[in-house]
């Protein structure tokens, strides 16, 4: 769901797809344990997610609601939040005694520092009923062969594009090596068009090229080393000198530091909805993102999605995808009724519903994609040989970080491939 970019989950490489200050109140009343939930326990759930804009706002109430109806004993305070403040806000919350009762996930690293808290549940026992029907999926919210949180929607990054522009300038066919991107950089360039746009001012949008960069210079089990911040392998370095490289070509927009990534027309997603660009680097969540932005009804027909280039010699599949998924966690005090309800979350009825936020993680609920560009997604996904999860959530919370600042200051000038890598590395273990 990424409006503003909602990242994933899980341990570095993992299976592909299909493949605060103030706490929130919680009920407490509910505790712990296998089977259903008692329909005579009263339970108020706080749940945070960060939906704070519409359609998807109205659409969590209205689950919340419809669970509601179902089940009168169990109660909601729904909280959205701004996406990029839960890194701050869970770790307080969970130092607290009042932590929201389910809160948004995103695995790796980050849910790795959460659990040591004690406070996040254990949902294995209450999900082992019906975690299959979305398959390894589930997987990126597992530790140690625990459950500790579960999907509902997945994402893939790839390069949308124009394609009435890639037709003005003589591109015939979406480019599959880096070489190939590189001519048609070239060839927009001397057409007066911006090749590719970017939000650098949010800083994460850097982050997708380094991080790609990386899945095809790097083996699957070289990326895998990388969550316990083993990276000695010259691919790492050899991914921020291929983004040198790439970026020597100069493919976005002038000023493209100052741009945001999705807030208004001019943004970068702005810009590629209204023809002002060629290309942009981003997830599936633009699918929801541009038409707000524009005034082109006709958008829909004239966009195109491909997956990152090739490298040469790179190490990496050249079919690995980048991306991850949102899914939530439990907290303790409420953890039947909560897992209760995110099988709910997981049932084809509601991912139908969901689709306006990426890829459904049940199968069953494939067929409600209605947008060709998202089906387009889905299929390059399914059949991606495994998915890297965004870096900075498979990493250690610090580590990630660091790791994107350190390559959005490479996007500004400052730095060198080998300081992105020793920045995340020294993040991690204090400088050691």
């Known amino acids: 769901m990424r409006r503003?970019?909602?990242?994933?989950?899980?341990?570095?490489?993992?299976a592909t797809v299909m493949a605060l200050v103030a706490a929130g109140c919680t009920g407490g009343d509910q505790q712990p344990g296998a089977g259903s939930v008692d329909p005579n326990t009263p339970v108020t759930l706080t749940w945070w997610h960060n939906a704070t804009t519409e359609p998807l706002k109205s659409v969590f109430q209205q689950i919340a609601d419809d669970y509601h109806t179902a089940h009168p004993n169990v109660t909601f305070k729904v909280e959205p939040i701004q996406n990029e403040q839960f890194t701050t806000k869970v770790p307080l919350a969970l130092q607290s005694s009042t932590p929201p009762d389910i809160f948004l996930q995103w695995g790796g690293g980050e849910m790795a520092?959460?659990?040591?808290?004690?406070?996040?549940?254990?949902?294995?026992?209450?999900?082992?009923?019906?975690?299959?029907?979305?398959?390894?999926?589930?997987?990126?919210?597992?530790?140690?062969?625990?459950?500790?949180?579960?999907?509902?929607?997945?994402?893939?990054?790839?390069f949308w594009y124009r394609k009435d522009l890639f037709e003005q300038v003589g591109v015939s066919a979406p480019p599959s090596t880096m070489d190939e991107l590189k001519d048609a950089i070239g060839k927009f360039k001397a057409k007066g068009i911006t090749p590719i746009s970017i939000g650098s001012k949010d800083r994460w949008p850097d982050a997708f090229y380094w991080a790609y960069f990386a899945v095809r210079g790097c083996s699957q089990d070289t990326l895998k080393q990388a969550a316990a911040l083993t990276m000695n392998d010259r691919c790492w370095t050899k991914a921020g000198q291929d983004l040198k490289s790439f970026l020597d070509t100069q493919p976005f927009?002038?000023?493209?530091?100052?741009?945001?990534?999705?807030?208004?027309?001019?943004?970068?997603?702005?810009?590629?909805?209204?023809?002002?660009?060629?290309?942009?680097?981003?997830?599936?969540?633009q699918a929801s993102t541009m038409p707000s932005l524009t005034e082109d009804k006709q958008l829909s027909s004239?966009?195109?999605?491909?997956?990152?280039?090739?490298?040469?010699?790179?190490?990496?599949?050249?079919?690995?995808?980048?991306?991850?998924?949102?899914g939530f966690s439990c907290t303790t005090k409420a953890a039947a009724a909560c897992a209760d309800f995110l099988k709910y979350l997981a049932s084809a009825e509601v991912q139908r519903k969901l689709v306006i936020t990426g890829l459904p993680v049940n199968p069953e609920a494939a067929s409600a994609l209605t947008d060709p560009t998202m089906k387009t997604i889905l299929e390059y996904s399914q059949k991606a040989p495994y998915m890297q999860t965004y870096f900075d959530k498979a990493l250690p919370t610090a580590a990630g970080l660091a790791l994107n600042d350190a390559i959005a200051n490479f996007f500004a000038g400052q730095g060198t491939p080998e300081g992105i890598v020793k920045a995340a590395t020294e993040a991690a273990t204090g400088g050691r």
């Not at 503003?4 to 993992?14: E, K």
């Not at 050249?318 to 991306?323: E, I």
């Open 113 to 158: 520092g959460q659990v040591t808290s004690g406070q996040v549940a254990d949902l294995t026992g209450l999900t082992k009923d019906w975690i299959g029907q979305i398959g390894k999926a589930a997987d990126g919210w597992k530790l140690d062969g625990k459950q500790y949180g579960v999907p509902f929607v997945l994402h893939s990054v790839g």
């Open 302 to 326: 004239k966009l195109g999605w491909f997956p990152f280039p090739s490298i040469s010699g790179g190490a990496g599949n050249p079919s690995a995808t980048l991306g991850g998924g949102d």
């Open 253 to 285: 927009q002038n000023g493209f530091l100052g741009t945001p990534a999705q807030q208004g027309a001019g943004s970068s997603a702005g810009m590629l909805a209204n023809g002002q660009a060629a290309m942009e680097l981003q997830g599936d969540w």
């Open 4 to 14: 503003i970019r909602v990242r994933a989950a899980t341990g570095v490489a993992v």
